[in-house]
């Protein structure tokens, strides 16, 4: 109601990365469906900045008198619509994986991200691109894909992959 009122709206937020709760004043600007959650995009007032809140983490909502403030849809799409899932910021990186020529089979149909860019290699794996701003996500879903997949740039999003791969094994009590 708050959206299509365009107005304010106070609500009890916990984050899922750190389980920690806060009160947050928020001016929603659309809802996003994804991946079987609504997200909403929203100007967080106590950050300064546009935000994505998970429906079900959403408590205690309150709808204020105060007129929502109005971000341009342009803004919007730079910020929170051009990386990888959920996970928003402006300074975009692109992301290339080389699946098996096995996994490529389901991986070529299936579209990670609107922009991404993909091709067959002569050895038939599937090249994939896809832009990303924070690879929090990003790295879940190359996981689930592991050993069938490989970072091949940029190096970063490799040694981070990578890294928790190793923290898996660890955890797993192997060396």
């Known amino acids: 109601m708050a959206l299509a009122e365009r107005k304010r709206l106070n609500i009890r937020y916990q984050a899922r990365g ?94 990670w991200h609107p922009a991404q860019k993909g091709e067959w290699d002569s050895e038939g794996h599937w090249l994939l691109q896809i832009p990303y701003s924070d690879d929090r996500e990003l790295v879940m879903d190359i996981l689930r894909h592991t050993p069938e997949v490989e970072v091949l740039a940029p190096v970063g999003l490799r040694e981070r992959v990578l890294e928790r791969m190793r923290d898996g094994v660890a955890r797993w009590g192997v060396s």
């Open 18 to 111: 750190s389980g920690q709760s806060s009160e947050r004043t928020v001016s929603p600007q659309r809802l996003i469906h994804y991946r079987s959650n609504w997200i909403l995009d929203a100007w967080c007032h106590e950050r300064d900045e546009l935000r994505s809140f998970s429906l079900d983490n959403i408590s205690q909502p309150q709808i204020e008198d105060t007129p929502a403030i109005d971000v341009p849809e342009d803004e919007l799409n730079q910020t929170l619509g051009n990386g990888y899932g959920i996970f928003s910021g402006k300074e975009v990186q692109w992301a290339t994986l080389r699946f098996s020529p096995e996994r490529a089979r389901w991986v070529a149909a299936e579209q």
